[in-house]
């Protein structure tokens, strides 16, 4: 499952929790809020999930297929979400990352993203991610 390779890579402490996304649980999250997929050669390389939350349309689980990063293909997975939230109505998009995974969180930001609330995971007393959003014009 591509969520699940995309992410298993991540060297972070805790384990992300998409490691434990499933076939069914994706198609839940499909089924209730929504998301987009890349395809290239035949086959899906990336994705992402949404749902809306109060005013704010949340995007996660971006996940692009190792051998299909650095092309564009979360940039435009991301700008499928901003559409997304217009044609809800709404004009904040949010998501979370990790702090320690600087080229997502610098890729959010040339997304028109910016860092708002740093968290910490159950049971650990550093920061270890953050809240970021991004209202659109």
Known sequence: MLIRSAFAGLAVIPPPSALGETAESVARRLAEGGGA???????IVGAVLW???????HLGR????????????????????????????????????????????RLFASCGF?????????????????SLERVLE
């Open 51 to 57: 749902d809306v939350r109060g005013e704010s349309f």
């Open 37 to 43: 997929v890349a395809e290239a050669e035949g086959r």
């Open 114 to 130: 910016r860092e708002t609330t740093r968290h910490c995971h159950e049971g650990f007393t550093e920061e270890t991610w953050v």
């Open 62 to 105: 971006l996940a692009v297929s190792p051998s299909w990063r650095r092309r564009g293909i979360g940039r435009a997975l991301v700008e499928a979400g901003g559409v997304e939230a217009r044609r809800h109505g709404l004009r904040r998009v949010e998501l979370g990352t990790r702090l320690a995974l600087t080229d997502n969180r």
